[in-house]
């Protein structure tokens, strides 16, 4: 998996994480988080682009109520969970940074991170 200038690191099986769900993770002392949809993944720094600040309310809890966009905790900005895009809030048209990801053998791992 790895070329001369490409790191990986596994973070979890790709099986621990619920289709609709989040989970939180530190790699090197850096907050991201992945969300799984429809069977992909999408992995984002945990942190919002209009203070700075983590979004989870609670333990892996990242998404709005009914799990169709990403939520900010603080202020309740939306992010479309496909690509990190704020659609609303303080920081509408801001986005997450975006975090590679790979699933291989049933394992999701984070790439070239922290960059
Ligand atoms: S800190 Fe996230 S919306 Fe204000």
């Known amino acids: 998996m790895n070329s001369s200038n490409q790191t990986a690191t596994i973070l979890c099986a790709a099986s621990a994480i619920a289709e609709g769900r ?6 090197n002392g850096k907050a991201i988080f992945a969300v ?23 333990d892996n809890a990242f998404l709005n109520s009914d799990g169709s966009f990403i939520q900010c905790h603080t202020h309740g900005a939306l992010f479309e969970i496909e690509n990190g895009l704020c659609v609303s809030g303080p920081c509408a048209g801001a986005s997450l940074i975006s975090v590679a990801n790979q699933v291989r053998d049933g394992q999701l791992y984070v790439l070239n991170y922290p960059a």
Not at 36 to 57: A, I, T, V
């Open 22 to 27: 989040a989970k939180a993770f530190n790699v």
């Open 36 to 58: 799984k949809k429809l069977g992909k993944f999408y992995l984002y720094r945990n942190r919002c682009p209009h203070l700075g600040s983590e979004l989870e309310w609670e």
